[in-house]
């Protein structure tokens, strides 16, 4: 049988205030799905939520890996499952090497029962890995003992992303804008990446506004988010017609979403003009 | 075991030497009660216990007039100390009268969980007074001891280089600069006594428990660093593993003189039980293009307030000090560094890095002070704090003295909390809760622990996980 991810109407609020109203989806493995939608339709916050973020607060609704209810677990578990997210923002952690961090990634997710202090990778081993895949991610070896995320360059910070997956072999990937940040070359070459590493293995769940990402990676499943809500589902078809002619058409076709949208976004305004 | 740089008693005479001063010490001592407090007979007793000479005896009666003339600091943290409930001097037998049986299980269970040799652990919990060393390191003594590198515990050296002792005792850290220094001076035990002769480079650290020596635990070390023109030496003190001990005072002072050209490492890392108040006085003087550096790291202690400065007395004259502090549930960490210029073209930098977690309290005090004519000198201090939890609390006490216009005087500080996103981040790559805020403090030490020789480095990441551990929840 082939193993899913599923979300059922699945509604989120942080702090109190709700965010998405009523997500539904489900991934195979093997299969690429696009998430579209302008700027706080909720993409990342069901990135967030499908990866355990801790201010997520699930009010209505299931998340399902492989039929198991998975909204009790945190992240480490949900990593140690199979789940990986590419961040829009990924965070620096100063002090701490690439190569370390990653060969504790790498070590935990494929030994999911491991506990603390327990025996890493061989390092021999991993480092050979580590080295085979930033090569092919076209990365220099200085990279690997860079601290984590620290002083990267936008572009930089993605590639660190691709190279995390590339390690950590997930069955499930979400990738938030990891286009964004990245010159056309780099795209082009993060889009065949993600290809070569998810195969016909990998779910994928790529967020994006553009074609460049998906020139590799065809979306079987196009998603629309508005206001909140998935409000429209299609092939690929759709996602041309998103990133050629943008929003407009979906708001046209989906007035009552359109205007939650627009709350949501004074909304926003009011709460930072205030603080 | 007449010095510590030899491996063997050379002849017949140092073994009777041994035996003798044992049976002087049983016969005419056995009456000499280890007992509390402190005034002018104890400091006596111990003196004539020593069988020091006579103007060390003067030095410390002198000591004790000062400490009782002195108030106790009205700054740092709360220091709650009967004086006169305190052990000032315990014979060697008395610290090992101890047993294994009396160390608290949480101390040997750190012990296991570092992975302490059973030698080592049981002369780290002050139950064995000698750590077995001696083998392994003979043949390293000799060669120093063929350089005319001294290298053995203060209490020999008075009675072996009295001369040498007598001269700098006191000379950088006088009794008169604060109660602690001149309680230390009154009644200090143990400690290591340095002398590195000209041009002498000892190219591996010098570690505090090559020397065997029962009154290796004193509470109230004495250490002095001579290092002569144009040498070297890396001094290593303490140790990762926790120091169990029953004493809860303990006031170390270390003097260092680094002559011309000269260079002196002194590395401490401690990690004391958390009924300890350690308060201790670390001084150096710099001379021309000389550098002193310190790295200090303290963790544990109900109070520790330590500050080691550098004088730079010379022009060329380098201070570095780098420390760290790790507070948690009911410790004060007041540590800091001080360096004064006192000759142009001097330079110093000070890299301080603590840690604050389960209610713990760190606080930064540093002084910087350029004297009057010390022109064309550069001091950079940056201090960053980490707080793992609302509970938990740092401070900074930066004081800056410039009395010279063309100088350079940079001061940043800054404070952190463990962000919940960081946090997020590392777990959603497997890490656990606890590996994660373990990683993101080895990560803000890190600038420092690269500093410290390897084995040490180790020791303190390791060190740093284990005070993690159960943080979280
Ligand atoms: N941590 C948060 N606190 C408050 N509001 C948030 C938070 N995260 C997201 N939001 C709000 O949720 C909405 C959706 O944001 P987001 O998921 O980032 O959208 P997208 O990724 O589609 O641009 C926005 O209105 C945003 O302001
Ligand atoms: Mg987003």
Redesign the interface.
């Known amino acids: 049988m082939t193993e899913t991810l599923k979300i059922k109407n699945l509604h989120v609020a942080v702090g109190g205030k709700p965010i998405l109203t009523g997500v539904t989806m489900t991934i195979r493995r093997g299969e690429v799905h696009a998430l579209m939608g302008p700027n706080g339709s909720g993409k990342s916050t069901l990135a967030g939520v499908i990866m355990g973020h801790p201010n997520y607060e699930v009010t209505e609704g299931t998340i399902e890996l492989n039929g198991k209810d998975i909204l009790e677990w945190d992240a480490t578990e949900r990593a140690r499952a199979g789940i990986f997210m590419a961040f829009q923002r990924p965070m620096a952690i100063p002090g701490v090497k690439m190569a370390d961090f990653l060969r504790h990634a790498t070590t935990n997710v494929r030994k999911p029962d491991r506990k603390e202090g327990e025996q890493l990778i061989p390092m021999r081993e991993f480092r050979k890995e580590l080295r085979d895949k930033m090569t092919q991610l076209r990365m220099d070896e200085e990279f690997a003992r860079r601290y984590v995320n620290d002083g990267f360059s936008g572009g930089e910070m993605k590639r660190a992303e691709i190279l995390q997956m590339a390690m950590l072999r997930p069955k499930f990937a979400i990738l938030d804008e990891t286009d964004s940040g990245l010159d056309v070359d780099a795209v082009k070459l993060a889009s065949q990446s993600i290809a070569e590493i998810g195969g016909a293995d990998m779910g994928i769940l790529i967020i994006t506004h553009h074609d460049r990402l998906l020139e590799h990676n065809t979306p079987d499943f196009t998603h629309v988010m508005l206001g909140g809500r998935i409000v429209e589902t299609g092939g690929v078809d759709l996602a041309r017609e998103l990133y050629t002619e943008g929003y407009d058409k979906v708001r046209q076709r989906h007035p009552e979403d359109a205007a939650v949208e627009k709350e949501m976004a004074a909304e926003k305004k009011f709460v930072s003009g205030v603080a | 075991m007449a010095t510590d740089l030899q491996t063997m008693p050379l002849d017949g005479q140092d073994v009777l030497g041994e035996i003798q001063k044992y049976d002087f010490v049983t016969e005419t001592h056995g009456v000499f009660k280890a007992r509390k407090g402190l005034n002018e007979q104890i400091v006596c007793e111990i003196s004539e216990m020593k069988r020091e000479p006579r103007w060390m005896r003067d030095f410390r009666l002198k000591s004790l007039k000062v400490f009782e003339s002195k108030p106790m600091p009205r700054w740092g943290g709360n220091i709650g100390i009967d004086f006169q409930d305190i052990y000032y001097y315990l014979k060697p037998t008395e610290h090992q009268g101890k047993t294994w049986d009396d160390v608290p299980p949480e101390i040997k269970e750190t012990f296991d969980k570092l992975g302490i040799p059973e030698a080592e652990k049981k002369f780290l919990a002050g139950v064995k007074a000698q750590f077995e060393s001696e083998v392994v390191y003979g043949s390293l003594k000799e060669d120093l001891a063929q350089k005319g590198v001294i290298f053995t515990d203060t209490d020999t050296a008075v009675r072996e280089h009295g001369d040498l002792v007598r001269e700098y005792i006191g000379t950088i850290i006088p009794p008169e600069d604060n109660k602690f220094a001149a309680l230390n001076s009154a009644v200090w035990s143990g400690g290591s006594f340095i002398y590195v002769p000209k041009g002498v480079k000892i190219e591996f650290p010098l570690q505090a428990y090559f020397r065997i020596n029962a009154e290796r635990m004193g509470q109230f070390e004495r250490t002095m660093i001579l290092v002569d023109e144009g040498a070297e030496v890396h001094y290593v003190e303490g140790c990762t593993a926790p120091m169990y001990s029953s004493e809860s005072l303990h006031s170390a002072v270390v003097e260092i003189i680094v002559r011309r050209g000269a260079r002196c490492r002194y590395t401490t890392i401690q990690n004391w039980a958390n009924n300890i108040y350690n308060l201790v006085t670390k001084r150096a003087v710099a001379y021309g293009d000389a550098l002193m550096e310190w790295i200090d790291g303290n963790l544990g202690s109900r109070l520790t307030m330590k500050y080691p400065a550098v004088y730079m007395m010379e022009p060329g004259a380098r201070g570095e000090i780098l420390s760290i502090a790790f507070a948690s549930k009911g410790q004060h960490q007041d540590a800091g560094a001080k360096v004064v210029h006192c000759a142009p073209h001097t330079k110093s930098r000070i890299i301080s890095k603590s840690i604050s977690k389960n209610g713990g309290r760190s606080s930064y005090r540093g002084l910087c002070k350029v004297q009057d004519g010390a022109v064309g000198s550069k001091s950079n201090v940056v201090c960053d704090a980490l707080i793992l939890d609302p509970k938990s609390r740092s401070d900074t006490y930066p004081y800056i003295e410039v009395e010279e216009q063309d100088v350079q005087v940079e001061h940043e500080a800054s404070v952190s909390r463990i962000?919940?996103?960081?946090l997020?981040?590392?777990?959603?790559?497997?890490?656990?809760?606890?590996?994660a805020s373990s990683?993101?403090v080895?990560?803000?030490?890190?600038?420092l622990v690269k500093e410290l020789p390897m084995e040490y480095a180790v020791e303190m990441n390791r060190l740093i996980?284990l005070q993690m551990?159960g943080s979280v929840g």
């Open positions: 962000g919940e996103e960081q997020f981040y590392l777990q959603s790559r497997g890490l656990t809760e606890a590996e990683m993101i080895s990560g803000f030490i890190e600038p996980e551990e």
